[in-house]
């Protein structure tokens, strides 16, 4: 782990999405965090210790799933898939699949190739919150906040576009495991990888800490919302005790009750063309009980 050092930075953007305003101070206290997202060998070994099902080896309830085919109700994960050609970017089911089987152990379902034989040093996933959060006490530590994750991503550079700096690529260097070409159906590979990666692979940020961008999406404890809610101002009227599950209920949504949290750090399927939030500031909700081929995690812990 690196220990991140207490500070105060700017968190947020005005240049891109809605959702990353306003950009406003925030004051983080000292932690210590992964030097990378917890990889499929870490997992394999918080399950042989435990023997944990994740959430989306389980199976599921029909009464959660009305006028749904009982032969359709059967355990997986969405599984990314690239679609022949062009196709309407604002409809996400183009290119995402319910993969019948699809585990942390076999990403892209039942008959899909073994993690730990393909991808050990890779990070997991198909890991709903709820796993991440087992994992992490298992680990005697907890998930990060958005405010951590957010300042800990930047690496001391307060107010940056991307965890290295303002360019994208620098020097025509790729500084991330990120969409290289045509999103969702062409994909350029000059660095060697299509879908995750190692590790490590990429420069650590100013912190020395690695996949801060881009490679899988990571969770955080917070509860989304449309924009930041900012300490001290119009959140401020709303009592303490009754606040968080006020925010699981106004971030689930419409029509579930499965309340959303705050993913940071963008993916390997993230595309300037469609989704820039390989940076700092970017944000995207993610329902607690949803495992996918692109989110994985970090565990943080407070600072001694």
Request: hydrophobic share 35%; proline share 10%; glycine share 10%.
């Amino acid at each position: 782990m690196v220990r991140v050092p207490a500070g105060r930075f700017r968190m947020g953007s005005a240049e891109f999405y809605a959702d990353e305003t306003p950009v406003h101070e925030r004051e983080v206290a000292a932690f210590e965090i992964d030097i990378h997202p917890v990889t499929t060998r870490q997992f394999a070994a918080f399950v042989e210790d435990t023997g944990y099902v994740t959430v989306a080896e389980r199976p599921l309830d029909p009464a959660e799933f009305p006028g749904a085919d009982p032969a359709d109700l059967v355990p997986g994960g969405l599984v990314f898939t690239p679609t022949p050609g062009p196709v309407d970017l604002r409809d996400w089911r183009q290119w995402w699949r319910w993969g019948a089987g699809a585990s942390w152990r076999r990403p892209f379902g039942a008959d899909g190739p073994d993690a730990l034989d393909e991808r050990g040093d890779h990070p997991v996933v198909q890991v709903s919150f709820e796993d991440a959060s087992a994992y992490a006490a298992w680990a005697g530590k907890r998930l990060p906040t958005e405010p951590e994750l957010e300042y800990a991503a930047r690496g001391g550079l307060d107010g940056a576009r991307f965890a290295w700096g303002d360019e994208e690529r620098p020097d025509g260097r790729v500084m991330a495991n990120r969409w290289q070409g045509h999103f969702p159906y062409e994909t350029d590979v000059p660095d060697g990888w299509a879908g995750t990666s190692p590790v490590m692979t990429y420069p650590a940020n100013g912190y020395g800490l690695y996949d801060v961008a881009g490679n899988v999406w990571e969770w955080t404890t917070d509860y989304y919302t449309p924009r930041h809610l900012v300490p001290g101002a119009e959140d401020a009227a709303v009592d303490a005790g009754a606040r968080p599950n006020l925010l699981a209920a106004a971030s689930a949504e419409p029509g579930s009750r499965i309340p959303r949290r705050v993913l940071k750090g963008g993916s390997h399927l993230c595309s300037p063309e469609y989704c820039l939030r390989y940076r700092p500031a970017a944000r995207s909700p993610q329902s607690d009980d949803t495992a996918t081929s692109h989110i994985g995690f970090r565990c943080v812990r407070d600072a001694a």
